[in-house]
Each structure stands twice: as structure tokens, then as C-alpha cells.
């Protein structure tokens, strides 16, 4: 390691890439196991044509301090 430090940042970048990829594989995951109730939801808000073929869903995190500088008041 002494002779090589780098090969701990590539270590860390590659750590970072896994833990990346296993996270958007769960979120993939989740998304489609409840995709009926995302694009479905009486409560939603539909603008434009409701028999459109294009559905958009916006995750928000309401906790997020960056989200809450950029949501309306």
C-alpha cells in the first residue's frame, strides 16, 4: 500500500460504483413491484391529456435539505 496508495482510491471508487449499482437495482425493483399504484393513483394530479401514453412520478424527499430550498412555499 505504501508503494501503491492509489490502489486504495481506485478500491474506494470501485466500492462506491457496487454500492451504486446495488442501489438502483432496489430502486428498479421497488419501482415495478409498485408501478400499478404509482401511475394509478386516484390522488394524483394529471395534467394534459389523462389518456396520454407518457406518465411522469417525481420522488421527493421531504427531508432532504437541498429539496426543501427548491420546493415551492
Same mark, same amino acid.
Given at each position: 500500500l505504501i508503494?501503491?496508495?492509489e490502489v486504495l482510491v481506485e478500491a474506494m471508487q470501485e466500492l462506491?460504483?457496487?454500492?451504486d449499482s446495488?442501489?438502483?437495482?432496489?430502486?428498479?425493483?421497488?419501482?415495478?413491484e409498485n408501478r400499478i399504484q404509482?401511475?394509478?393513483? #386516484?390522488?394524483? #394530479?394529471?395534467a394534459g391529456? #389523462?389518456?396520454g401514453?407518457?406518465?411522469i412520478v417525481e420522488f421527493s424527499?421531504?427531508?432532504c435539505p437541498y429539496c426543501k430550498?427548491?420546493? #415551492?412555499?
Open positions: 508503494a501503491n496508495p462506491e460504483r457496487k454500492q446495488q442501489r438502483d437495482t432496489v430502486a428498479q425493483k421497488a419501482i415495478q404509482l401511475v394509478s393513483d #386516484p390522488e394524483s #394530479p394529471i391529456n #389523462p389518456n401514453d407518457v406518465t424527499d421531504y427531508q430550498r427548491t420546493m #415551492p412555499r
